[in-house]
């Protein structure tokens, strides 16, 4: 069974829409962390954000926003205002005892 | 110099071939990761080396042979490779890694893109 699903698999906007990234983990554990990593088409993943599963709070960074619900097991990311330098693959990822990475979703932001 | 190089970016290889993937970290980490992304799959982790020592290897078939020499470099040999092996490997790095345990970030290569013909 899948522990992070990403059940969107790609997403297309027009620059300057706001888009929300889906993220849904699986854990038995009450310590954990969850992470957000971005893919561009140079092939790196780029950190984004470690969250605590002890950390509800929501964070802002810049245009990126991450709403984390301990109740319904969800971490989803926002992107305001997307611009194309944005268009990538981003992945959705959960350490408990052992990293997992969801599927990824495509978004791509049109000019 | 970026944290994480990997070197080739590109490679080509019929099944018969022997080669060998490199990655070098400069970031000082003590953990290394070997990840293996298909199309439309979700990264999966072959092998992580901690202090230099194998920690996981998850059920990769044995024409993968990685090797850590020390802790900055990470090799992944190949040899008769299956059409489906085709994929992006990629490396990555990390401090105060283990299989269990570990809260920091990865940081990741650009990867080498392998194509078995």
């Known amino acids: 069974a899948q522990k992070v699903t990403q059940a969107q698999t790609e997403i297309s906007v027009v620059e300057k829409e706001d888009v929300t990234l889906d993220c849904v983990y699986e854990?038995?554990?009450?310590?954990?962390?969850l992470f957000w990593y971005k893919q561009p088409p140079s092939g790196e993943l780029v950190f984004l954000i470690r969250?605590?599963?002890?950390?509800?709070q929501n964070e802002i960074s810049g245009r990126y926003s991450w709403n984390f619900q301990k109740s319904t097991s969800s971490f989803n990311f926002t992107i305001t205002a997307s611009q194309v330098v944005d268009s990538a693959v981003y992945f959705c990822?959960?350490?408990?005892?052992?990293?997992?990475f969801g599927a990824g979703t495509t978004v791509t932001v049109r000019a | 110099e970026t944290g994480v190089t990997q070197t080739p970016r590109h490679l080509v290889m019929g099944m018969t071939n022997k080669k060998s993937l490199k990655c070098e970290q400069h970031?000082?980490?003590?953990?290394m990761y070997w990840y293996k992304q298909s199309a439309k799959k979700p990264l999966e982790l072959m092998f992580v080396?901690?202090?230099?020592?194998?920690?996981e290897n998850n059920s990769v078939p044995s024409r993968f042979s990685p090797e850590c020499p020390n802790s900055s470099h990470l090799f992944l040999h190949l040899h008769t490779l299956q059409p489906e092996d085709s994929a992006l490997y990629l490396c990555?790095?990390?401090?105060?890694?283990?299989?269990?345990?570990?809260?920091?970030?990865?940081?990741f290569g650009e990867g080498s893109r392998l194509t078995v013909l």
């Open positions: 080396y901690s202090l230099e020592e194998r920690v």
């Open positions: 990555a790095s990390s401090q105060d890694g283990s299989s269990g345990g570990f809260t920091g970030e990865l940081f």
């Open positions: 854990t038995r554990d009450t310590t954990y962390y």
């Open positions: 970031l000082g980490h003590n953990a």
């Open positions: 990822a959960l350490n408990d005892y052992k990293l997992s």
């Open positions: 969250r605590n599963s002890f950390d509800e």
